[in-house]
Each structure stands twice: as C-alpha cells, then as structure tokens.
C-alpha cells in the first residue's frame, strides 16, 4: 500500500514539471531556424507554395523557414521522414490532396495523417474545372448528363494517373449522374490537356493552376468546378453543386503538418503565424496568381475535413474499384 501511495505522490510531484517544461519549450519556440519539408522536386505546385509560405512564415515566427526537398512515392518519403521527427515543431511538412488520397487508397503506402501526424492548418485549396474539348458540344452540365446518356458507354474522361484527384472528380460525377464514362490515365497533366485538345478523351477535370492557362486560350469549355463555392478567381463558372449534382465538393489543398505528438501551444504558435496571412494582401496576391485560394483554419477543423473527407475517398474508392499497388 505505502509502495502504492509513493507511486501517486511521485506522478503529482512529476506532472507540474512536465507541464512547466512543454510551456517553457513552448515560450521559447521557435529560437532556431525551422525545417519545412517538401515531398516533390523543386518547381512544382508543392514547392513552389512551400517556399511562398515560408517566406511570411520566416516574418511571422522570428527564425528562418528553410525548404528541404526529399521527392519520391507520391510524397510519402517525406511523409514519413517528418513522422519519424521529434515532435519539438522544427520540422515541418507541405503535404498535398494527392498524397492524403495516396494514403487512403495505397495497399502499401497506408498512413494515418490524423495519428501519424499533428495537423496544423490547411494552407491553400483549389477546385477542379470540368472541361469539355471538341468532340463535346455541352454548354452546361445538364446538356453533358444528356449528352452523355445520348450516347452510352462511349463518352471518356482523362486525368493524370490512377488514384490522382482528377480520376476521383471523374468517378464521383459518373457516381452522382449514373453515367459510365470511360477513364483514360496519362502519366501527366501535360498529356492529358494533349488528350483532350486531340479528341483521344471528351472530358478532363484538372486542377485550377493547370486549367487557368487552358481557359484563357478558348480551345476549351469549362462547365463547372468541382468546389462547393464558386472559385474567386474564375467566378463566372458555376458549380456543380448548383448545376444539379447537389454535394459535390472535391478539391485539392496544400497543408502544414508536423510530427504526431507536437505541443499544443507550439501547434497554436505555427498555425497563428499562417492564419495572419489572410491579412497579407502582397502573399493572397502570389497565391492567386498560382490558381490557389488561401484558406487556413484550426487544427479542429482541418481534422475534421481529413476525417470526413478520408471517409468519402475510402467509400468512393471502393465503389469504383481504385486500387493502389
């Protein structure tokens, strides 16, 4: 029983200076320059927001916000590099919409960005664009349903590789209209746009980044983007929700995340430091002109959306038979 009694009193005895500790390691943070991890090549949508980010970042938090680009699988070396990381907020990770499907849907590459990961705050989002070529004569989304139901089985749809958040936006919309379009993979949004201007496929949904391009050239007809809001930066476009698929919602996001275990004051200090962005109008500006919106919120909310949103990819995946080697 003493044994028992001394057991209790050394916890209470040990707990307050844990606490005390984690709050002056908080207080502190960050006094070193902090590592934020990119899973892609320089160049690309991933890095070029990382770098983007870590420039305000470096202003808002006092310390040096340095690029570390570790590519390879889909982001998911990265990914797990930051995983095995101490939890003390100095290295962080830009991950992407397609690494969190590549994660749902991999047999192989499976982890849990909500156990595996502390997440700190959505950084920028971005919706699809349905976008019809010549071989399409729609001018809306109704007269493509019709169009495609007109002619079963024979209308296709193109994206840049199994699994990418292209052929998800594709199988929702044949889920949601009951229409069987045809997927076409490419191994790059560079030969589906070629694809489509072609007439080798009839519809693609790329991201808005890829699509600003292709609208302001006319070839192509955009019928609807795929976000639940119309997009700020093409808001003539419709969505698809209002143009009769009620609910669909899928976009792509860059987010800030960092090793499972992080401390809360620690987490609050990083994501306040992009939540402040909003007010940035200089970075909103460098944003927009990527074809992204930024849109922070709380960790709350952020585990919210991977939840309900790692759901739907899970069930959608399922139905429509998407499998990950």
């Avoid at 307050?16 to 207080?27: G, S």
């Avoid at 590519?71 to 939890?87: E, H, L, R, W």
């Avoid at 987490?267 to 970075?283: E, G, P, R």
């Avoid at 922070?296 to 919210?304: A, L, R, T």
Wanted: charged share 15%; proline share 7%; glycine share 8%.
């Amino acid at each position: 029983m003493n044994k028992v009694l001394n057991t209790i009193k050394a916890i209470f005895f040990i707990m307050p200076m844990l606490f005390v500790n984690t709050t002056v390691c908080a207080q502190g943070y960050p006094n070193k320059p902090i590592k934020l991890v990119v899973g892609f090549a320089p160049g690309g949508g991933t890095d070029v927001t990382a770098r983007l980010l870590a420039t305000k970042m470096s202003v808002n938090l006092g310390q040096p916000v340095v690029i570390e680009n570790r590519p390879g699988a889909a982001g998911t070396i990265a990914a797990n590099q930051v995983a095995k990381s101490d939890p003390d907020g100095y290295r962080l990770l830009m991950t992407a919409s397609g690494t969190f499907i590549n994660s749902v849907l991999s047999a192989t590459q499976n982890y849990n960005i909500e156990t595996e990961f502390t997440p700190i705050s959505i950084v920028t989002i971005t919706p699809l664009v349905v976008l019809v070529g010549s071989t399409v004569p729609s001018r809306s989304i109704s007269e493509l349903i019709e169009f495609g139901r007109s002619k079963p089985n024979q209308l296709t749809f193109g994206s840049d590789g199994i699994g990418s958040t292209g052929h998800l936006a594709g199988e929702l919309f044949n889920s949601l209209t009951k229409l069987k379009m045809l997927h076409v993979p490419y191994k790059g949004s560079g030969e589906v746009v070629t694809a489509l201007a072609s007439g080798q496929v009839d519809v693609i949904f790329p991201s808005m980044p890829a699509a600003m391009p292709l609208l302001q050239s006319g070839k192509f007809r955009p019928l609807a983007v795929t976000s639940i809001k119309r997009s700020i930066l093409s808001p003539a476009i419709p969505t698809l929700d209002e143009s009769g698929l009620t609910g669909f919602d899928l976009i792509g996001w860059f987010a800030l995340v960092g090793p499972a275990g992080m401390p809360r004051a620690i987490v609050d200090k990083i994501n306040s430091a992009v939540v402040k962005l909003v007010d940035d109008s200089d970075f909103k500006e460098a944003i927009n002109r990527q074809g992204m919106e930024l849109q922070p919120n709380s960790p709350e909310i952020f585990i919210k959306y991977l939840r309900d949103t790692g759901s739907s990819i899970s069930r959608l995946g399922k139905q429509s038979n998407i499998k990950l080697e």
